[in-house]
DNA sequence: TTGTAGGCGTTATCAA
DNA sequence: TTGATAACGCCTACAA
């Protein structure tokens, strides 16, 4: 195993002290050669980093931090059992803070209040320099506190408290897209099935869409929003609640990519073509089921990489004293694919 | 937004001296009140916490891991661009350490050597007190590096060094579990269906289902194992092969829970009953898609989390200089659902 | 150009 | 019981 080695021998790891030495000059002279800074010489700076490069020198970030104003550590304070929002949140907020610059601490509070606060505690006292905190599912969640000494982004699902800044997906004009790009395809008898209508995100969605329809003239077919779960046994319900009414379709937006799984499913049953017959456009883009769907379904796409990358660079406007608050909405985009291929 | 008022006012957050100072003792007495040692008198001891407490006081945990031997912050390395396999082992190493004992740093090297050794190289500076990394894809991979400062443990991917200690799922013992589950329901005429041959996970549990086949004097329906990809397409395909040869089938073992669906899907527009006609079990109970599956999808789990938490323990005992080496298999389990239910 | 020294916040040792 | 002090490793005025 890694490690044996340096266990067994006595070689702590080395310090700047330790480089110096070899070098054969002081500690603020081999400081001031490794970082680069004025009023060295070549040759001494040579000298130092090839010390540095023998003893395999890593500067300790504590002790960096101890005395910076920044540690470089950001929280990830997340709820999100999948993992499937905090992976693409970290790498956005890892491309924003540019690699090395900025490690990403991540506390998984699993919804649990408590170990939410706990977690917090903990990152507090590792002095992170912000905090972002991404909620599993996109409505209002309580605040994580005013006053905490560092600035906190709220991601994907906002704080309650106004004070506090939240990104957050801009569903509403989701839904736009979504029965902009069907009616662009000549699709004119539009379906709406979506998830549980507690959820803000669903409301949204239809709210947009509906927006979208009466700009163009156009009515939902089945003169409402069919709300019910975000399963695919929902979407395949609504879809056989929908055909059985024997009204012409020819789209359905569906309120996520699971939903539309179980539209198409259903569709098939029914003997229809998709997107011959019948469109479907989903939303998330979650990769998994949107390109294994048969046909590949076209999604739309919350931009999460792009969400963590924002709320870093808005945690560091902040630290620069630029602090914001509100609501931030960022826009989604379409992904098409063949379930909206125009025939 | 939190953190104005306290970037406003120029109350850096409080130190153990300010405590110290507003309770009337020195530091040094401080420090034991608040850390439970003794010799200190009972008054003492509180008049120095609400002393902490009326500052909201937080200890410096990088001026701790200055002087301390361990920092209590461990590196995750993961390579899993979904999430899917990062935030259970995340949740597994929570629970091992104790919450608020040890913090994880999670970078994502997102398949890429180069930057895996940037992120390396951070995470030694911010000297973690080990190190788990984590592959894409059950296969062996690349040595971090021998003689690394810290312990590592590779889990799920193990590493090509066998000098190193990885922690993997015992696919072997994974396929036995999938025939043997299929063969106590009954069922003899049994196919499997698995993803790219070129994965040792997808050898390892073919290997394990032919065992358990051969033990219990059964032979594999189709003659052989069908490798493909680890895609519903290829499950539907498969599944068309084996239906058109025209033989008996009264289950199948597909190798995961996506080739599950293509299987079960095609095994329906055949006109055959799931599990009535054919019981199909999975692999991963990747639990969005065995739960959403129609019958929902018997299914191996890998313990992702009890791999997160052994890894965690591994870890630990290596810092207390048990250190191991070699490759250690991890039990699976069977999650039955409703696409195994005897008949 | 190079070196000295002070301080970042804690904890532990040792003296009072 | 309490307190002064020396590390931990680094950076940076400031002095030489």
Redesign the interface.
């Known amino acids: ?7 067994r021998a006595n070689s702590r ?1 080395a310090t700047l002290e330790d480089v110096a030495r070899l070098a054969g000059v002081s500690i603020a002279t081999a400081s001031k050669a490794l970082n680069g800074r004025a009023h060295v010489s070549a040759t001494t700076r040579t000298l130092v980093q090839e010390a540095a490069e023998r003893l395999s020198y ?6 960096q ?2 005395r910076a104003v920044r ?1 470089g ?1 950001v929280g ?1 304070l997340t709820s ?9 949140i ?2 956005g907020a ?1 491309d924003a803070f540019g ?2 610059r900025t ?6 509070a ?1 919804g649990d209040s408590i ?1 939410e606060a ?2 917090l ?7 992170v320099d912000g905090l972002i905190v991404l909620g599993a599912r996109p409505d209002a969640r309580p ?10 982004v709220y991601a994907y699902a906002p704080s309650a408290d106004p ?3 939240s990104l957050v997906s801009d569903n509403i004009a989701g839904g736009r897209l979504a029965i902009r790009h069907l009616t662009e395809i000549g699709r004119r008898s539009i379906a709406h099935i979506t998830g549980d209508p507690t959820y803000g995100a669903a409301q949204d969605r239809a709210e947009g869409a509906l927006a979208e329809l009466a700009e163009q003239g156009l009515e939902l077919v089945g003169g409402r929003v069919y709300f019910g779960s975000w ?3 929902w979407g395949r319900s609504a879809t056989r609640m929908l055909l059985s009414r024997a009204q012409e379709i020819d789209a359905v937006f569906a309120g996520s990519d ?1 939903i539309a799984r179980g539209v198409i499913d259903t569709l098939h049953e029914a003997g229809l073509d998709v997107p011959g017959d019948v469109a479907v456009v989903g939303f998330d883009n979650w990769e ?1 089921f949107a390109t ?1 769907a ?1 046909p590949p379904l076209s999604s739309i796409d919350m931009n999460l990489k792009t969400l963590g990358r924002v709320a870093a660079e808005r945690l560091s406007a ?1 630290l620069d ?1 630029d ?3 509100g609501v931030e909405s960022l826009p989604c985009r379409l992904v098409p694919r063949e379930s909206t291929t125009s025939s």
């Open positions: 195993m890694a490690g044996r080695d340096a266990q790891t890593s500067p300790n970030a504590l002790a931090g101890l540690t550590i990830l999100d059992l999948e993992g499937r929002l905090s992976i693409p970290l790498m890892e690699a090395g490690s990403v601490l991540l506390c998984d699993r170990r706990h977690h505690q903990t990152l507090l006292s590792r002095r605040s994580i506190g005013r006053d905490l000494p560092v600035p906190v004070n506090d800044l399963s695919e046994a699971q998994i294994s048969r902040a004293g602090i914001g608050a």
